[in-house]
């Protein structure tokens, strides 16, 4: 039962543009949420994260929007640069004693000249 | 796709004593997996890549000594924190490599009381 969903496996963008990554996730009982950009063979680099209380969290180029009644997060990269092509996760968390950290299986982004 | 399981999910251990946390490909055979540790709302920090049949490759700051990781075949790393302390409690997860797309454990998360 795959909780946390980014459906489209694949993207490409041109240079200058915005980027658009979608994570959706079914378990309400997630609170907290993260992005991860990962390069091939190396462990993923944390990106960007928002609590669940909130529904953007802004750090540079990366924007991060939540949206709760959808149980759907988006991150915007904005503009895009070739050095921006990777493997993109979404994870989300529990923070609670029991916290879990549940990953979406990722999409890869390429940015063109 | 390709699924990469951890047991235990949850460990509960007295301080001095060692716990064992293996790491399984379920459905392909990986060369490389990695082996990371998260601490509540913070990023996901590599510890170590397993490498079959080799030793294993540790990052900066992490002891070599305190967790021992042994990849014996392609479908199993293990991570063995020894004489835990409750400084060590935290959430441990793995990942394994297939075409260059990372999937990941569900999480091991440790006590040491």
């Known amino acids: 039962d795959q909780q946390v969903k980014q459906n489209s496996p694949s993207l490409s963008v041109q240079e200058g543009r915005i980027s658009i990554l979608n994570c959706d996730y079914t378990?309400?009982?997630?609170?907290?949420f993260l992005w991860y950009k990962k390069y091939p063979a190396e462990g993923p680099t944390f990106l960007i994260s928002i609590s669940s209380i909130k529904d953007k969290n802004e750090d540079g180029r990366f924007t991060v929007f939540l949206n709760k009644s959808a149980k759907h997060l988006s991150l915007h990269i904005v503009p895009s640069q070739p050095g921006d092509s990777a493997v993109y996760f979404c994870?989300?968390?529990?923070?609670?004693?029991?916290?879990?950290?549940?990953f979406g299986t990722g999409t890869r982004l390429q940015v063109t000249l | 796709g390709a699924v990469v399981s951890q047991h235990p999910s949850w460990v509960i251990c007295k301080s001095g004593t060692s716990v064992k946390i293996e790491c399984r490909s379920l459905d392909f055979q990986a060369t490389t997996m990695f082996w990371y540790r998260q601490f509540p709302k913070q990023s996901l920090m590599l510890m170590a890549t397993s490498n079959e049949g080799s030793k294993a490759t540790y990052e900066q700051g992490v002891e070599k000594d305190k967790f021992l990781i042994n990849h014996a075949s392609l479908t199993l790393s293990t991570l063995t924190v020894t004489s835990a302390h409750p400084e060590d409690s935290s959430f441990y997860i793995c990942s394994a490599t297939l075409e260059d797309t990372q999937y990941f454990g569900p999480g091991t998360r440790l006590t040491v009381l």
């Open positions: 994870a989300a968390l529990f923070t609670g004693t029991a916290s879990k950290l549940t």
């Open positions: 378990n309400s009982m997630f609170d907290y």
